[in-house]
């Protein structure tokens, strides 16, 4: 894990003219769907933003009356709680309604105690969203350890105790590779003073196309081969 995780993203909402735009997309849907469906169960509540770098979707929190609370390792900072380098995160047991970790996991040396020490804080029975990629290209932020299958995230979650309620593949394989491409165009084009104004029109048109790739492809093969996995899982009730 490392400061600014979530800072992968622009602060705000998905913007068509950038690079990330179809993964942030699908991430702040899942996000805002999760959220929708708590409404009832975490209006007025504190929700932990488990390496929140940014905190970007506090917004949405607030939208449905709840308080996000970022926490990330780094320099502490006013609202903010510290993670620990061991990662012990300064709160008490049991003393969060609910929890979101996005685009972290592959950023985590400790899986297993990334996964128990969000357990611990959680109040019996409280949900959590998690987001994580299946397929990326590597970014350090400062580090890049892993990614993920299907299967393995579901191992990892349910060993830390979690109930997994829904696992969902997004972004497919085709998309993907249409992301990767504009991905070294950007790259390409940024080097180049006279033509690096053509990078949002080429991500512009990536993401058009994306989009309707995602839409052709079946879900069986979004399944197997997803560039993003989004995760609803819940401390069991009498733990």
């Known amino acids: 894990m490392a400061p600014g995780i979530t800072g992968l993203f622009a602060v705000g909402r998905p913007n068509l003219l950038q690079r990330d735009f179809w993964a942030e997309r699908a991430i702040h849907r899942g996000l805002a ?34 308080h996000l609370i970022p926490a990330d390792i780094g320099q502490p900072r006013p609202g903010r709680i510290l993670i620990h380098p061991d990662g012990r995160i300064d709160l008490r047991d049991g003393s969060v309604d609910a929890l979101i970790s996005t685009q972290v996991l592959e950023h985590v040396p400790d899986v297993s ?4 020490e969000g357990m611990r804080v959680l109040l019996p029975g409280a949900p959590m969203f998690l987001s994580t990629h299946g397929d990326w290209v590597l970014h350090r932020v400062p580090t890049d350890f892993r990614r ?5 995230l579901r191992l990892e979650c349910e060993k830390a105790g979690f ?8 972004v497919g394989i085709l998309a993907s590779s249409t992301h990767l491409r504009s991905t070294v165009a950007g790259r390409v084009l940024e080097r180049s003073p006279l033509l690096s ?43």
């Not at 959220?35 to 933003?49: H, M, N, V």
């Open 33 to 66: 769907a999760f959220f929708r469906q708590a409404r009832a169960e975490l209006s007025g509540k504190q929700i932990l933003d488990y390496g929140a770098g940014d905190s970007r979707y506090a917004y949405i929190a607030t939208a449905i009356g709840a």
């Open 148 to 152: 993920w299958t299907i299967d393995g």
């Open 163 to 170: 109930e997994i309620e829904s696992i969902e593949p997004a």
């Open 113 to 116: 105690r990334y996964l128990s």
């Open 197 to 239: 104004w053509l990078k949002p029109l080429v991500f512009l048109a990536a993401n058009l196309r994306m989009g309707l790739e995602d839409l052709l492809t079946p879900a069986y093969a979004m399944a197997t081969h997803p560039q993003l996995f989004l995760v609803i899982a819940r401390k069991p009730s009498t733990r």
